[in-house]
């Protein structure tokens, strides 16, 4: 009896001194994070049930251009994800019938969606519809009621084995529809004292023009110092992105950031390394030195888990695979890359090993140990970047010239 006594003293002396010693193995993985640059953001922002990260990365992007611009926005700039997609889903539907179904019609866009919207339509700031009266709002979209009408809808339009149009007034039908669930989109509002349409918001109390923002990618199947649409179904309005060798690709990036712009920033986030589950090291995204990755799916899809997928080749820098041109392409062209998420970088920092990362918004809430906001490796960045779209004044001017602009 005494000896299990005695056991069991030093069980409950060992076991404290074994916990400390994993706790304090664990603080020695964990990364810790320094900022080198930081520039302005608004605050993060939910898309929730939603395929809507274009338009949120979008507008984040466009509201820290204003506060470039006007430095006093800062505080209090918010612009309204509703009536962006509103128009978006309008013209995407257009687009869907007119090419017979063959352009699809998804929740997902890019960032030229925001870009065309802000030159066509104009921008509202965020309380002028229908939030934060409703049940959804700006950061609490669940379109699980919204979609599969709108999609049903359309293919009744337009069946496979239509030889015309069935419905020629199919469009308000469409838009009333968007109306239902986001409210109407404004032509005249007052904001601060002031009244503006869409339009003269952005000219006037923004002062952005959609002609200074330009579309960058880094791919071999076509030239460099040319334009490209990027073979990806939510690029439905076929937008050109100017084509750069990826150490100019990545110049842009570290350049820019450091010389206080930002940029929106589409890439794929399936991987393994874009850690979204709990663990010392979640919401930081790396390409780890391993031959497993996650697979592809819908945004909700990858909330939930990770699915084994693509390939990763052997890592020569702290971890990390050493990125090349030619496995960007491999990747894309195996469909390992793919369109999944639109985020915002602004900034970069340095964990306690002296390696640099991006500093990124993301739009899923005020989640995870740095609330809602990521640290990007470099490599992960150079791996896979689909594209950005940033100001062309941010551009370094030597790749200016030989781009033409």
């Given amino acids: 009896m005494k000896k299990i006594i005695v056991f069991a003293l030093a069980a409950i002396i060992v076991l404290p001194m074994g916990a400390k010693s994993k706790k304090k193995e664990e603080n020695k993985d964990t990364l810790i994070f320094t900022t080198i640059v930081e520039n302005p953001v608004t605050s993060i922002k939910n898309q929730n049930s939603s395929g809507t990260c274009w338009s949120y990365s979008s507008l984040a992007f466009l509201e820290s251009e204003a506060i470039k611009k006007h430095p006093e926005m800062k505080d209090d700039i918010d612009l309204c994800e509703s009536f962006l997609i509103s128009k978006t889903y309008v013209d995407r539907a257009d687009k869907h019938i007119r090419t017979h179904g063959d352009a699809s019609f998804s929740q997902g866009g890019s960032f030229e969606d925001a870009l065309y919207c802000m030159e066509h339509y104009g921008l509202i700031p965020e309380g002028i519809m229908p939030y934060p ?7 609490l979209f669940n379109f699980s009621s919204l979609f599969p009408p709108l999609q049903a809808y359309l293919k009744s339009i337009a069946p496979d084995n239509a030889k015309k149009i069935l ?3 199919w469009k308000p039908a469409v838009q009333a529809m968007l109306d239902g669930y986001f409210g109407t989109c404004p ?4 904001y601060k004292g002031k009244k503006y349409t869409p339009q003269s918001f952005v000219k006037d109390y923004l002062t952005l023009d ?3 923002y330009v579309s960058i990618t880094s791919y071999t199947h076509h030239p460099y110092y040319t334009t490209f649409a990027l073979e990806i179904q939510d690029n ?8 750069l060798p990826l150490d100019e690709f990545m ?16 890439a794929d986030v399936s991987e393994e390394g874009f850690s979204r589950r709990e663990g010392k090291n979640k919401s930081v995204a790396i390409v780890p030195n391993t031959r497993e990755v996650a697979g592809v799916g819908s945004d909700q899809a990858r909330w939930t888990g990770e699915k084994a997928g693509a390939k990763i080749a052997e890592s020569d820098n702290k971890g990390e695979k050493t990125i090349t041109p030619e496995m960007r392409q491999e990747a894309y062209d195996n469909w390992e890359t793919t369109d999944d998420h ?3 970088i602004y900034g970069i920092a340095k964990d306690q090993h002296g390696k640099e990362y991006f500093m990124m918004k993301n739009s899923w809430g005020e989640t995870g140990p740095y609330k809602g906001f990521w640290y990007v490796s470099k490599p992960y960045v150079a791996y896979k970047t689909m594209n950005i779209v940033i100001n062309k004044n941010a551009v370094p001017s030597d790749i200016r010239k030989k781009l033409g602009f």
């Fill in 187 to 190: 032509t005249e509002f007052e």
């Fill in 342 to 344: 639109g985020m915002q």
């Fill in 236 to 243: 439905w309005r076929w937008a050109e992105s100017y084509n």
């Fill in 251 to 266: 110049r842009i990036m570290e350049e820019s950031v450091k010389n206080g712009w930002t940029f929106a920033w589409g």
């Fill in 210 to 212: 959609p002609n200074d």
């Fill in 167 to 169: 419905h020629k007034g």
């Fill in 133 to 139: 009266i409703t049940n959804y709002g700006d950061s």
